[in-house]
């Protein structure tokens, strides 16, 4: 079972500004899209932004200008950097690598991690 390590996420002010981090296994990295969904009370998980193996992007509409990710393939890291937060995307955050070895298709999630921005 691949394991995806998150860290940084924390409680910060609106305005604020937070990077949450996802290391996954080479293997896994080199052939998935990487994305971060977030989850918040009450509702459904949704994506928040999606990054291809060969760095295509895309964003949902609520994040898009405030939000960016990216992919450092030298160390197997996902990335998503978070400005301008507002109380809104107080969430769990969750990374996905999701891709195909072969015919073998796989879907992976970390552990979630959790940011609160407060008014």
């Known amino acids: 079972q691949e394991q995806l390590v998150e860290s940084g996420g924390g409680l910060v002010q609106a305005g604020g500004s937070l990077r949450l981090s996802c290391a996954a296994s080479?293997?896994?990295?080199?052939?998935?899209?990487m994305g971060w969904y977030r989850q918040a009370p009450g509702k459904q998980r949704e994506l928040v932004a999606q990054?291809?193996?060969?760095?295509?992007?895309d964003y949902d509409d609520s994040v898009k200008g405030r939000f960016t990710i990216s992919r450092d393939n030298a160390k197997n890291t996902v990335y998503l950097q978070m400005s301008n937060l507002k109380p809104e995307d107080t969430a769990v955050y969750y990374c996905?690598?999701?891709?195909?070895?072969?015919?073998?298709?796989?879907?992976?999630w970390g552990q979630g991690t959790q940011v609160t921005v407060s008014s």
């Open positions: 990054i291809t193996s060969d760095d295509g992007t």
């Open positions: 996905n690598a999701a891709g195909r070895i072969g015919s073998t298709p796989y879907n992976y």
């Open positions: 080479r293997i896994i990295f080199r052939f998935s899209a």
